[in-house]
C-alpha cells in the first residue's frame, strides 16, 4: 500500500478526498478493458478541483467510483478512494447510503432527466431532507423553499408545486443545484454540469455552483473538458487522457505555464477571453497517437495492477 | 453577482393541462369514456332506475317484445323473458354485476402482476428469474379452460369469478410493468435518487411506480374489458352466478332456447356486452397513445 497512513482521526488540512493509484477495468466476455491507469488526487476541503480532459477520458467514471455508482461491470483493479480518510472503495450499500447526500453529493450532466418526471418539485428536495436531517413535512417545505431563494429561482412557493417537465433546463439544474446541497455534503461531483443548457444560462449556472460553494464550503471535482471553464472556477487541476493522469496542479501555475504537452494542446484548443483573437488549435492526431500507444504500453508494462508511482 | 441573478419564474407552460387537451382531443377516449360513463352510471342508479325488480316472475307477462314491436305494453321498454321478468330492470342489474367483476378482478390482477413485475424488474437477478420462469409456465395453460377448471373447484359465485380472472390475468400486468421497470430503472432520475441516499424501496415505490402509472391505467381498462367477456362466458356455462341473478351472460344462455319466439332476449345482453367491451377497448387504446408521450418522457 503506498497510499499514506491515515487513520479515521485525519487532521483537519487533510485532504477530504484521497484516490490513490485507481486502476480500474471494464469486464468484457474475454479480457478486461482498462479505463483508469493509476490515477491519484487530493481534493482538500473547500477546494475546487476541475477534472479536465477529451470525451472518453474516464472523467465520468473517477466521479461515478467515488460516488460509488460505477456500472457493475467496471471493476476497480488496484488502489483506493479515501473519503475523509476513510477507505470507500468497496462499501457496503447500506453505508454507502449513508454517505450519499449528507458526506457525498452529485450534480448531474443533464438536468433535462435527472429529476424525476412524475414528482412535485417541492417533494424532491423534501424527501432528501427530510430522509438525511429526520425532517418533518413542514420543516422540510420551509427549508426546500430556503433552498430554492438561495439558487435564485423567483416564486419559488409557485415552483415547489411545478413538475419537472413545467421548468426550463436552467431552472432544473438549479433545482438538482439545490439538492446536491441541501444536505451539506463535504463534496460534491458535478460532472459536466453545464454542457446541456444554452450558452447563456450556462454561465449563470456556473457562477451559482461557485456562489453556493463559497457560501457553503463544500469541495466540488469539476468535471468539465473546457480548460477556460477550469480557469475561472477552479484552485487546482488534474489533466486526463486515456484513463492516465497526465499533470496536476494549481490552476494558475497550469494554465500559465503547462508543462505537458497534452496540456499545452488543450490549452490551444481552449478559446481565451485574453486572446479574443486567436486561432484555436484542435490537439494534434500525432500527440493523440502518441499518449495512446504510451497507455497500451503503460498496460503491457510490467506493473500494471500493482500501484506503482508515476 | 451579476450573473448569478434571479432567474424568471414564469410564466410556465401548464402542462397538465395540455395532458387534459390531449386526451380530449383523442375521439377513442372520449367515445370509450362515454360509453363507459353511460353503463357506469346504469349500474351505480340501477335500483332507482329499473322500473321493475329484476328478478320478479310474472307468468301472466311473459314474452312482451320491446317497444318498438307493435305487440308491446307500456312500462316494458325493452320486454320480458320466458318468465315474464322486465329485460330493461335485468339490463341495469346486469351492469352491475359486469362492472364490479370488471373493475375488482382487474384490480385483483393489477394488484398482483403489478407487485411483481416491479420487482422482478427493479431487483432482478434470481427474483426476476424466478418471477420470469412463474410467468412463462402460467402463460402455457389455457386462460379460459384454466378459469373454468378453477370456478369449478372454488364453486360458483362472483368472488371465484373474480379470483380465476385475476389468477389468470396477472401475467399480462407482469410482462409489462418488468419491462417498464426495467426501462425506468436506466432513467438519469433513479440515478440521482441513488445519489442522494434513497433507499431501493423508495426509490422503487416511490419514484418508479409513479412512472409506470400512465401504463397501469391502460393496463388497466383493458383488462376490464378481458374481465367482462371472461364473466360473461362464465355465467353463460352458468359458472357464475345462480341463473336467477341477472348476468348478462346468464341472459344469454337463458336466451338462446327462446331465440325463435323472442330473439331480443339473446340480443339485447349480447349487445351490451359488445358495446361495453368495445368501448373498454378504445378507451384503452386512445389511452395508450394519448399518455404515450408522457411515459416516454
Ligand atoms: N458502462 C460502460 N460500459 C463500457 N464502457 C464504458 C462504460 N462507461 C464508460 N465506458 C468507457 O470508459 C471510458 C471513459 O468513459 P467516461 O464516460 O468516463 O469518459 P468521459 O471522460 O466522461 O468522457 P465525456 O467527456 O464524453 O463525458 C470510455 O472509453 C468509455 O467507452
Ligand atoms: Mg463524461
Redesign the interface.
Known amino acids: 500500500m503506498t497510499a499514506p497512513q491515515i487513520t479515521p482521526g485525519t487532521p483537519p488540512d487533510g485532504p477530504i478526498l484521497s484516490v490513490r493509484n485507481l486502476h480500474l477495468a471494464i469486464a468484457g466476455r474475454r479480457r478486461r478493458t482498462p479505463i483508469l491507469r493509476n490515477v491519484s488526487l487530493d481534493i482538500a476541503p473547500g477546494e475546487v478541483h476541475g477534472l479536465v480532459g477529451e470525451s472518453g477520458a474516464g472523467k465520468t467514471m473517477i466521479g461515478k467510483v467515488i ?1 460509488g ?1 460505477q456500472p457493475s461491470r467496471a471493476v476497480v483493479t488496484g488502489g483506493s478512494v479515501r473519503f475523509g480518510g476513510r477507505d470507500i472503495t468497496h462499501l457496503p450499500e447500506r453505508e454507502r ?6 458526506g ?3 450534480i ?1 450532466q ?1 438536468p433535462m ?7 412535485r418539485i417541492g417533494g424532491q428536495i423534501a ?2 431532507l427530510r ?2 436531517l429526520g425532517m418533518d413535512r413542514a420543516a422540510a417545505r420551509a427549508r426546500a423553499l430556503e433552498l430554492l431563494n438561495d439558487v ?5 412557493e ?2 415547489l408545486r ?2 419537472p ?3 426550463s433546463g ?2 432544473r439544474q ?1 433545482v ?1 443545484i439545490a ?1 446536491a446541497f ?2 451539506r455534503p463535504k463534496l460534491i461531483v458535478a460532472d459536466e454540469p453545464t454542457t446541456a443548457l444554452d450558452v447563456t444560462v450556462q ?2 449556472v ?3 455552483i ?2 453556493m460553494q463559497a457560501q457553503d464550503g463544500a469541495s466540488i471535482l469539476f468535471v468539465t473538458h473546457d480548460l477556460g471553464v477550469v480557469a475561472k472556477t477552479c484552485d487546482r487541476v488534474t489533466v486526463l487522457h486515456g484513463g492516465r493522469v497526465l499533470e496536476a496542479g494549481d490552476t494558475r501555475a497550469i494554465v500559465e505555464a503547462p508543462q505537458h504537452d497534452y496540456t499545452k494542446a488543450l490549452m490551444a484548443a481552449t478559446p481565451r477571453h485574453d486572446r479574443p483573437g486567436d486561432l484555436l488549435q484542435p490537439v494534434p492526431e500525432a500527440l493523440t497517437a502518441r499518449l495512446n500507444e504510451e497507455a497500451l504500453a503503460y498496460d503491457a508494462g510490467p506493473d500494471t495492477t500493482s500501484a506503482s508511482h508515476a | 453577482m451579476a450573473e448569478a441573478a434571479a432567474v424568471p419564474g414564469g410564466p410556465l407552460p401548464h402542462a397538465r393541462e395540455s395532458a387534459v387537451r390531449r386526451l380530449l382531443g383523442n375521439p377513442r377516449v372520449v367515445l370509450g369514456g362515454a360509453v363507459l360513463l353511460f353503463f357506469a352510471l346504469a349500474a351505480v342508479f340501477a335500483p332507482l332506475l329499473a322500473p321493475h325488480d329484476p328478478v320478479e316472475q310474472d307468468l301472466m307477462l311473459q314474452y312482451i317484445p320491446p317497444a318498438w314491436s307493435d305487440r308491446a305494453e307500456p312500462g316494458y321498454l325493452f320486454g320480458t323473458d320466458n318468465l315474464g321478468r322486465d329485460i330493461l330492470s335485468r339490463l341495469l342489474y346486469g351492469a352491475q354485476i359486469a362492472l364490479f367483476v370488471a373493475v375488482a378482478a382487474a384490480a385483483a390482477a393489477g394488484l398482483l402482476g403489478t407487485v411483481l413485475g416491479l420487482l422482478a424488474g427493479y431487483l432482478g437477478g434470481w427474483v426476476d428469474a424466478v418471477i420470469s420462469r412463474l410467468v412463462e409456465v402460467w402463460m402455457a395453460f389455457p386462460a379460459v379452460l384454466l378459469s373454468i377448471v378453477l370456478v369449478a373447484v372454488m364453486g360458483t359465485g362472483l368472488h371465484s369469478v373474480i379470483i380465476a380472472i385475476a389468477v389468470i390475468d396477472w401475467t399480462r400486468f407482469c410482462r409489462v410493468v418488468r419491462a417498464e421497470t426495467m426501462a425506468q430503472k436506466q432513467q438519469d432520475y433513479v440515478a440521482s435518487a441513488v445519489t442522494v441516499g434513497l433507499g431501493r424501496m423508495h426509490i422503487l415505490w416511490r419514484e418508479i411506480l409513479p412512472n409506470v402509472l400512465p401504463l397501469l391505467i391502460v393496463l388497466f381498462t383493458l383488462e376490464m374489458g378481458i374481465a367482462v367477456i371472461v364473466e360473461a362466458i362464465l355465467s353463460y356455462v352458468n359458472l357464475s352466478l345462480a341463473s336467477d341473478f341477472p348476468t348478462w351472460g346468464t341472459m344469454i344462455a337463458d336466451g338462446r332456447k327462446y331465440v325463435n319466439q323472442a330473439p331480443w332476449l339473446m340480443i339485447l345482453p349480447i349487445l351490451c356486452v359488445i358495446a361495453l367491451v368495445l368501448a373498454l377497448n378504445a378507451l384503452g387504446d386512445g389511452l395508450k397513445d394519448a399518455l404515450d408521450p408522457v411515459m416516454r418522457k
Do not use: F, W
Request: proline share 6%; aromatic share 2%.
Open positions: 460516488l455508482i447510503r449513508r454517505l450519499m447526500g449528507r457525498l453529493g452529485l448531474p443533464d432527466t435527472s429529476l424525476n418526471p412524475a414528482g424527501d432528501v430522509l438525511h435564485h429561482i423567483r416564486e419559488p409557485r415552483v411545478r413538475y417537465h413545467e421548468l436552467g431552472m438549479r438538482l439538492i441541501a444536505c454561465r449563470q456556473l457562477a451559482l461557485k456562489e
